[in-house]
């Protein structure tokens, strides 16, 4: 096999939709990192998982900080998370008004739940940056953009939060590439929410060409199913980082790629499947079959 890149970031999303933690090393089964969007909140109106694709009622998702209280494993049950709210104080899954202080903190009556109904369905806001035609039903509108409806988890295990599968990386190859195409935005990894950010020597889209292939990262066997199609998240301000559209639009006339029977979509990053689990760490040599 050869050598194509090294691990330059691990990352762990335990709550979908909120920040992440960076680690430095991780177990991982066909169900991803251990503890990677372990957790999720739902709308308790209308039952729907709560996403930052719909950033007028949960862009505020960005704010909140979560932390396992003891680090997770591939097999057990899921451990408590710990969350800080963006007025700096923090609630614990296991505290019993803890849906009560998300609800308080968002604006909207949400509870906190681990497994997902393999029907649930999310919102997302179409903004026309995104330059293509939906990949789901139009269920509304939200000002200028069309509001669709789609499943929470598309072809992921089941019972996970994972939009698509396990495994999302990017490269730093990509986000120079968009760096070069649009010098005013801050591509950092963040705003993509990547598993895994893979340092590579050149600056270019080289993981579109590792679509259909086996990835060996550590112990791992990983297959590459698709170009990771982006949203309005990628646009959104966190942390340090501001609002700015020109991300997304930067994708979509840089990187425009066929996302399965869909038209081209703004792509930036690949998702793998997990055909062997093990341990990743931070540095482990990235090989392509």
């Not at 990192?33 to 109106?45: K, Q």
């Not at 199913?225 to 982006?230: D, F, G, I, K, W």
């Amino acid at each position: 096999m050869k050598e194509v890149g090294r691990v330059l970031e691990l990352w762990r999303h335990p709550v979908k939709s909120m920040m992440g933690e960076r680690i430095d090393a991780s177990d991982v089964s066909e169900r991803g990192l251990a503890g990677d969007r372990a957790y999720a909140l739902l709308d308790v109106e209308t039952g729907k998982v709560v996403s930052a694709k719909r950033p007028r009622f949960w862009g505020r998702m960005l704010e909140f900080r979560p932390r396992f209280e003891t680090e997770p494993s591939t097999s057990g049950s899921v451990p408590a998370v710990s969350i800080t709210l963006p007025d700096g104080s923090s609630v614990s899954s296991t505290e019993p008004d803890v849906d009560q202080r998300l609800s308080e903190a968002l604006g909207r009556k949400v509870s906190i739940v681990t497994g997902s109904d393999d029907q649930a369905m999310l919102e997302e806001v179409w903004i026309e940056e995104k330059n293509s035609e939906p990949y789901g039903p139009v269920i509304g509108s939200e000002g200028d953009d069309r509001l669709i409806e789609i499943p929470a988890s598309m072809g992921a295990p089941p019972g996970t939060f994972f939009d698509y599968s396990a495994i999302h990386l990017v490269t730093t190859g990509t986000l120079g590439r968009l760096a070069d195409a649009y010098s005013a935005g801050t591509f950092d990894r963040r705003r993509f929410r990547p598993n895994l950010v893979v340092e590579v020597p050149e600056e270019d889209f080289v993981e579109n060409e590792w679509v259909g292939r086996n990835l060996s990262v550590g112990d791992l066997l990983l297959e590459v199913l698709v170009p990771t199609p982006r949203c309005v998240m990628t646009t959104l301000p966190q942390g340090d980082l501001p609002k700015d559209t020109g991300i997304l639009r930067t994708a979509a006339s840089s990187n425009p790629l066929p996302f399965g029977p869909f038209l081209a979509q703004p792509c930036v990053g690949v998702y793998a499947e997990v055909l062997t689990g093990g341990t990743i760490r931070v540095g482990d040599a990235v090989r392509i079959e």
